[in-house]
């Protein structure tokens, strides 16, 4: 496989990201859409029946995948074909071992869960369509490899369609729980036809051990950091639910959600550009630096003035939206998810270029960390500050990124404030106003969208003065990008 140049790695992580914006946008409202009529031909326990199982199988995939793709991702050198079989010859081997103990299994998740003949049918659909998507990952390593997103996000685009398409056609027709399995079943075949169609790949099967070994001493600790990452998150949310009533697990998830939307938005695709690019440029110290900075700019240019207004404008929404006054005690919450949400802006980017360079065992044993801290701090909040402790936890937790920093530039010489600074004074300032000016001006919505724009006009303004030169120069970076 044929390494790209410097030059080559900017435009194709430039136009990645506008790619993946624009899926992540196209997904959202095809979604939406999908959703809100589902909701209607639908009932709540059809929902109740495909969210069940396809947690189940999400569940099972955290053991078909033991980081090899990442680990090829990764990889300074050009992959060989040896080494694209190997993978995926051991990736078939866990695929296919998975399938056959959830099928095994599939009667008494059936019984437990209470599910009827059709959810029985659609767990096995879900099994089917993950087995299909494991001939997906080598076409997909390859493409990542070359930052070929614009290409990636084509099947996406094509399975998006085929499973919501199908899934309202049928539940108008009545079919009721097959409509998700009918979809399932035409989104993993879809995807998978799209993927060679753009990107061909001759399936193959090989086994060298010398190659299985410099993957899987990558691979084995990046998995990891995925499970663990289960443990921390996903568990939390088991064991919160236990010791709190669901109303305030309900203040809790509200909070979050809403919390953690700018990074969906922004940050997801930011992140799955940045392995990839900045694995490219893992022997270019000083393009790899200035990667770092402009990701990290880039995303804190947004994600600090969205969560800045977030804050001090969600008690005007809750006031004003009908029926949104029961979610006024998630507010304090609110505000301490965002201290995390901010703070990953810069964490992230800077765990990614720690795996990019190979030191996958230094991200480890920090994930080590922010789970054990998670599970003794979170428990310990809650008993001194009700449900608010979950989110006071996780603030806590986050100002760890200045581990995370000091470790990076052990490696990389970056400037985090130079790239953090202005984006932060800028929020905090335009925050600072519009608090004050909030009380004297919303009565409406009108009103409220009137604070909204004034806001980002504030925002505007103030880093045009502060950042000029710096975010014309990545304008017209982007700009010369996209014309080419």
Known sequence: ?????????????????????????????????????????????VFGVFFVVSAAIAFLSYFSDIGLAAALIQKKEPVTEDELKTTFTIQQILVVSVCVVALILSGPISSFYNLENEGLWLFRALIAAFFLSSFKTIPSIILERELRFEKLVIPQIVETLFFNITAVILATAGFGIFSFTIAVLLRGIS?????????????????????????????????????????????????????????????????????????????????????????????????????????????????????????????????LIPKYTKWEPALFSLA????????????????????????????????????????????????????????????????????????VKKYIDFSVLKVTGFPAFGALFMGTVIYFLSPHIVRDFPTLILIIILGIVIYFLTMLALARDQIIEDLKLVRATLQK
């Open 336 to 407: 301490f998810f965002s201290i995390n949400a901010a703070l990953s802006c810069v964490s992230t980017p800077l765990t990614n270029a720690l795996n990019a360079i190979g030191k996958i065992k230094i991200t480890l044993y920090l994930m080590i960390f922010w789970t054990g801290a998670t599970w003794i701090l979170t428990p310990l909040a809650i008993a001194k500050y009700g449900f608010n402790g979950v989110s006071i936890a996780s603030a806590i937790v986050s100002f760890s990124v200045v581990v995370v920093i000091y470790l």
């Open 191 to 319: 995807g998978v036809v799209v993927m060679y169609a753009i990107n061909p790949w001759k399936v193959g099967f090989a086994f060298s051990k010398p190659a299985a070994k410099r993957l899987l001493s990558f691979g084995v600790p990046f998995q990891t950091n995925s499970f663990l990452a289960l443990l921390k998150d996903d568990l939390l949310i088991a064991y919160i639910g236990k010791v709190l009533p669901l109303s305030q697990v309900g203040y809790i998830g509200f909070a979050q959600k809403w919390a953690l939307m700018p990074l969906r938005l922004v940050m997801d695709n930011v992140i799955r550009i940045t392995f990839p690019s900045f694995s490219r440029l893992q022997h270019e110290k000083g393009m790899l630096a200035l990667g770092i900075e402009k990701s990290i700019f880039a995303s804190c240019l947004v994600i600090f003035p969205a969560l800045a207004g977030l804050v001090v404008l969600s008690p005007y929404f809750v006031q």
């Open 1 to 45: 496989m044929e390494e790209v140049d410097i030059a080559l790695i900017t435009k194709r992580s430039i136009r990645g990201v506008f790619a993946l914006t624009s899926r992540t946008f196209f997904v959202q409202v095809v979604g939406f859409a999908s959703n809100l009529l589902l909701t209607i031909f639908l009932s709540p326990s």
